[in-house]
């Protein structure tokens, strides 16, 4: 496909997010060229969000931005679908890209990606170059690529930027920002509910990949990410549990065999050993949270 033919939406999901939600939206109205289009969810915020949003895209009505609001949090793959049915309505769109409320995007990103599709044209699902842009950051890649780790039941990030800066086939592309090609978004349809946040990223570039979609890292676009923003207000014990019930039901659902006899092996030995070491230390909520979230991914 060539760049000229490009044409992108952008999904954004907020929960309790509006300083990160507006700086994300600043980011690609600073974009040039920008997207096409842009989508946000609001997912049931109880901090007005969806008061402040909506009063920003007043203030930028030049913005091609509009707003959903849920009564209900749909999780992120649930947020996210909502809309990416908007954005697919739209017949001119020939991309979406999922975009955490946490990140921001560089001035050059989609002038970057229309260069990527053009190097790498049969992309479905197409990753970027991410930046950990937390306090403790320090400016270091969050994300070069990935593989899809089976036997430990994970999508693991690579950090190094190839030097061509040449786009190249990857397993994994994370759900932070995620460009899907209108024909991916045909054959392998909606990101996977069940997930109500993590693994669903994981699961979708596996079902990519099993339906013969070309999975790609381009190093040019630049993303920065918060990473706390999606979780910040949720407890601790409640990200670890939902973390450890998507991945081993990710392991359920995805994995055959040997490798997921292993995997399963694998999640129940190491959340145990965990459980007890973090019990000794005095940390027994955290603990059994994450094993209880093992079992029913698992077994529920």
Partial sequence: MSAIG??????????????DTIACLESLTAASPGPERTVVVDNGSSDHSETVIAAWMRQ??????????????????????????????????????????????????????????????????????IYDASPRGNGRVWYAGGVVDRLRALGRHR??????????????????AMLISREALARIGPLPECYFIYFEDVEYC????????AVVYAPRPVVHHAITGTVRAATAARVE????????????????????????????????????????????????????????????
């Fill in 6 to 19: 490009v044409m992108i939406g952008v999904a954004v999901v907020n929960w309790n997010g509006q300083e």
């Fill in 60 to 129: 930028h009505a030049s913005s091609p931005a509009e707003l959903i609001v849920l009564e209900e949090n749909r999780g992120f793959a649930g947020g996210n679908n909502v809309a990416l049915a908007r954005l697919a309505a739209d017949d001119r769109l020939t991309h979406f890209l999922l975009l955490n409320n946490d990140a921001t995007v560089d001035g050059a990103f989609f002038a970057n990606v229309r260069q990527a599709l053009a190097e790498a044209p049969d992309a479905g699902l197409l990753g970027v170059t």
């Fill in 159 to 176: 950090y190094e930027i190839p030097a061509d800066r040449r786009p190249l086939p990857v397993e994994f592309v994370t759900g932070c």
């Fill in 206 to 213: 596996v079902r990519a990949s099993a339906a013969g979609l």
């Fill in 241 to 300: 549990r939902r973390f450890a019930h998507s991945r081993a039901l990710f392991a359920r659902r995805n994995l055959r065999g040997a490798t997921r006899a292993t995997a399963i092996a694998y999640l129940l030995a190491t959340g145990l050993a965990r459980a007890v070491l973090r019990t000794l230390r005095g940390r027994p909520v955290r603990a059994w949270a994450a094993f209880r979230g093992t079992l029913d991914g698992l077994f529920r």
